[in-house]
Structure formats: structure tokens, C-alpha cells
């Protein structure tokens, strides 16, 4: 079936312009992750869905980043006024429940932001 | 301090010889799990393996198993018989408790090249 999907794959961004990342998690997934990989790093978390209800958004580097899941399964990370500290790859996981020890988070292939 | 420890920077193995990856771990919860992911170049983050604090065994998954030392909390992943294709940077994770809500804290990557 069908995995996890992003767009866009690559994203060049002046500083200073807004910027919507969308992920498109598999489908009946209840929970969706993002987290944002700097070069040379692991992914670090950013916020997490349940549904359409955002649990959890203490990762977010600051009030310029902003995410939602209107309807509980896509979801779009906004970033506004961007920065060049912002560039990083930015991943979007899904897992099919909220519970679980053994529930594992499947990954998109992620969306490279450049800010010049 | 660091909650997953990945010693290894780059390491190198003959084509079709074994390789393990190093990976240690920091919590004070005793239900945790621990997961492996491969990210090839494409950057899509490809999960591997999953072991949970509380399994009795190794968990194993065709060439990819996971040795388990609690008492040493190291979780080191073991890759028989290598491929050119197992050429990736490969990560180990941490979950923090049971439930499925929890994000995973990455460590910082270990980049495997598999030498023909």
C-alpha cells in the first residue's frame, strides 16, 4: 500500500517568505509526527497529532513555526517568516494508534527546505 | 545528557561480512522501546527493527538483528551478510514509556559503507 508522502520534495525559500509543508500520512493512521533534521544530525521532534487534535507541540523552535490537521489525516507544517537557521529537512511520520508500546512510526521521505 | 549514544561516525565492511552498530541508551523508565531506521541517500527514514524493554529475546528480522543488553542499556544493531544496498546512514531511537504518543529521541547516526 501507500506509504507516506510529502511535498514538495525540495523547497528554496528566500529569507523572510512563509512556507507550508504538506504530509500525507497512510491512511487510518491515527498519529502523525513531525520532526526537523539538521545536516549531519537524527531527527528531532517537533509536534504530534492525534487525530485532528494537537497533543503535543513542544518541539517547535519557536511561534514562527505552526502546524495543523484540519480533518485528521493531512497535515501541513507552516513555517512564516523563515530564517536561515530554518533549513533542515523536515519529516512527517504516521503510526496507526496512539497506544501501544510496539506501534511503529513510519516515515515520508521528508522535505529539504533551503533559506537563502 | 545524551538519551541515545551512537559512537560510531562512519564504519566500513566488506561485501557479505557481518557489521554490528553501536548503540546506547539513557532512561530511567522501565518500559521503553527501542527502534532502528536506515536512511539512504533519498532520505526517507526506513524502519528496521523494534525491540521492547520488557521482550525476553533478541528481536531478529531477516538479515537485521538487534542484541539487547538491559543491564548494559546498549542495543546494538547486527547486519549479516552485507550488501551493497545496506550502504546508509543508520539510526537508533528511543521511546520513552508505553504509549504510542510518545516522539522518539534519535541518536546522532552512524554512516555504514559496504565495500565491494
New interface residues.
Given amino acids: 500500500g501507500a506509504g507516506v508522502s510529502q511535498s514538495p520534495r525540495y523547497k528554496v525559500a528566500k529569507r523572510g517568505q512563509d512556507v507550508a509543508l504538506r504530509c500525507d500520512p497512510i491512511s487510518g493512521h491515527v498519529s502523525l509526527f513531525w520532526y526537523q533534521q539538521a545536516l549531519g544530525q537524527g531527527p528531532e521532534f517537533l509536534t504530534y497529532f492525534q487525530n485532528e487534535a494537537q497533543l503535543d507541540k513542544s518541539g517547535l523552535p519557536s511561534d514562527r513555526f505552526f502546524a495543523e490537521r484540519p480533518e485528521g489525516s493531512v497535515s501541513t507544517l507552516k513555517i512564516q517568516r523563515t530564517q536561515q537557521e530554518d533549513s533542515a529537512v523536515y519529516l512527517c511520520a504516521s503510526s496507526l494508534r496512539s497506544f501501544g508500546d510496539t506501534d511503529t512510526q513510519y516515515f515520508g521521505p521528508g522535505t529539504r527546505l533551503t533559506v537563502l | 545528557a545524551q538519551k541515545?549514544t551512537q559512537t560510531q561516525p562512519g564504519m566500513f565492511v566488506q561485501e557479505k561480512e557481518a557489521v554490528t552498530l553501536d548503540c546506547t541508551y539513557d532512561t530511567s523508565d522501565p518500559?521503553y522501546?527501542l527502534?532502528w531506521?536506515k536512511q539512504p541517500s533519498?532520505?526517507?527514514?526506513?524502519?528496521l527493527i523494534?525491540q521492547?524493554s520488557y521482550d525476553q529475546q533478541n528481536a531478529t528480522e531477516g538479515r537485521y538483528s538487534l542484541n539487547f543488553q538491559k543491564a548494559r542499556k546498549s542495543a546494538n544493531l547486527v547486519i549479516s551478510a552485507s550488501q551493497l544496498g545496506d550502504s546508509a546512514m543508520y539510526?537508533c531511537?528511543m521511546?520513552e514509556?508505553?504509549?504510542?504518543?510518545t516522539?522518539?529521541?534519535?541518536?546522532?547516526?552512524t554512516r555504514l559503507s559496504v565495500i565491494a
Fill in positions: 541515545i518500559s522501546g527502534f531506521y533519498s532520505g526517507e527514514m526506513i524502519f523494534y521492547g539510526f531511537a521511546r514509556g508505553n504509549s504510542g504518543n516522539p522518539l529521541v534519535f541518536g546522532k547516526g
